[in-house]
């Protein structure tokens, strides 16, 4: 039976994190990181007119001591000395610093605590009470380790979050990461508690960064059995990417049970994303958040903190995704037919690709794939392995 129970989700109060200063976090303009996708998305909602005034939760700056959850004090100002200009090439490169994925730039300490704060204000946001959930798209930079920035990330606001909440709220926490790259930094951040089990879900890393996430991690001491991840093939489409995530997700979150969710809500895994090799389509996008959305009233009475995370094809796929994710949290229900036309006609020039006209995208956008049944029987496979130690913690004689 579940913990808590929640009937009415047709219209959940929710909070959206914003700031246009969540753009400071910009590497340079050729970086695929990109955060002019956070105004594309904030602008498309707002057209839509289901984005309003009493929506908008401004972040605040994460403290110091509020990053030192995680990460070291000599990262912390490593990374301010890095935005002043003050930090040798040798030290850079101690701390994961200067390199291709994750440049220095100025005042990089202060755009990433931006970020974080923006996920620990949408964390008080719903623990306090003041809305059922609430959504950071600033934030889910998932790779940041405790002395280590990576793939991106320089703090990691998801496993600040979590910590946050251990400490203040005294909750167990389900975290859930459909990125199609592995959410490594927050699973081996809690690879031993037991009051946080992470899920993810992602691409292989036999071909993508950052080659972890294989289904035999499972947690270690105290935690071992709460770390679960389900690594799908190399051009899985939507059927099957839907089938593994339900699945494990209503198993894992059963098994579990948390008195809180965060998901990662990466949309990398779409065809058209430059860097990956998944081939899914708006669908998934829709999916992903009913079945968050659902089981968070089943389980945490609501209590539900969604953050962004990648997505590097800005124009086509971010806002829309982006976009389902905030509707299906605050109304349950999808968009379905025509973007907005002001929103279209404001960005059309600006974008290096023709932008999408619906919500859906069209059918037959790429050529079938051939190993289709075989890919699809393969992660069928992967997640049964995935979900082995739950059937046999069910089956255990007690």
């Not at 050729?30 to 002019?36: E, R, Y």
Request: glycine share 8%.
């Amino acid at each position: 039976m579940a913990k808590h129970a929640g009937n009415d989700r047709m219209s959940c109060p929710s909070a959206f994190v914003f700031s246009e200063d969540f753009t400071g976090y910009h590497f340079h303009s050729d970086h695929p990181f990109n955060q002019k996708r956070v105004i594309l998305t904030y602008e498309l909602l707002r057209e839509t007119g289901f984005l309003k005034d009493e929506h908008i939760l401004p972040p605040r700056m994460a403290t110091d001591e509020e990053i030192n959850l995680v990460h070291d004090e000599s990262y912390i100002h490593a990374v301010k000395k890095a935005g002043e200009g003050k930090l040798s090439e040798a030290k850079a490169a101690e701390y994961g610093l200067g390199t291709e994925d994750t440049p220095i730039f100025n005042n990089m300490h202060e755009a990433s605590a931006l970020l974080v704060g923006g996920t620990l204000q949408a964390a008080d946001a719903v623990l306090e009470g003041k809305f059922k959930h609430a959504l950071n798209l600033g934030g889910g930079l998932h790779h940041g380790f405790k002395r280590k920035a990576s793939g991106f990330c320089i703090y990691n606001d998801g496993a600040i979050v979590i910590e946050y909440i251990r400490k203040k709220y005294g909750y167990r926490v389900l975290y859930v990461d459909t990125d199609a790259h592995h959410g490594d930094g927050v699973q081996w951040t809690f690879y031993d508690h037991s009051d946080v089990c992470t899920l993810s879900i992602h691409e292989t890393g036999r071909y993508l960064f950052p080659g972890t996430g294989n289904v035999n991690e499972r947690g270690q001491k105290e935690g071992y059995g709460y770390s679960f991840n389900i690594p799908i093939d190399a051009f899985t489409e939507d059927e099957s990417f839907l089938e593994v995530y339900e699945t494990a997700m209503r198993e894992v979150t059963d098994y579990f049970k948390p008195d809180v969710i965060v998901t990662q809500n990466g949309v990398d895994a779409h065809y058209y994303d430059p860097l990956t090799h998944l081939y899914g389509t708006m669908k998934i996008y829709e999916y992903i958040p009913k079945i968050a959305h659902e089981l968070a009233h089943t389980y945490c009475d609501g209590k539900w903190i969604a953050l962004g995370g990648g997505g590097y094809d800005i124009w086509r796929v971010v806002p829309r995704a982006w976009s389902q994710l905030w509707k299906i949290m605050s109304t349950d229900t999808p968009f379905s037919g025509s973007l907005p036309e002001a929103w279209l006609n404001k960005w059309k020039d600006s974008s290096p690709v023709p932008l999408p006209e619906t919500w859906e995208d069209t059918e037959n956008m790429y050529k079938p794939i051939p190993r289709k049944a075989e890919i699809t029987e393969k992660n069928k496979q992967t997640l049964d392995k995935a979900m082995k130690w739950i059937q046999n913690q069910k089956n255990r004689p007690y």
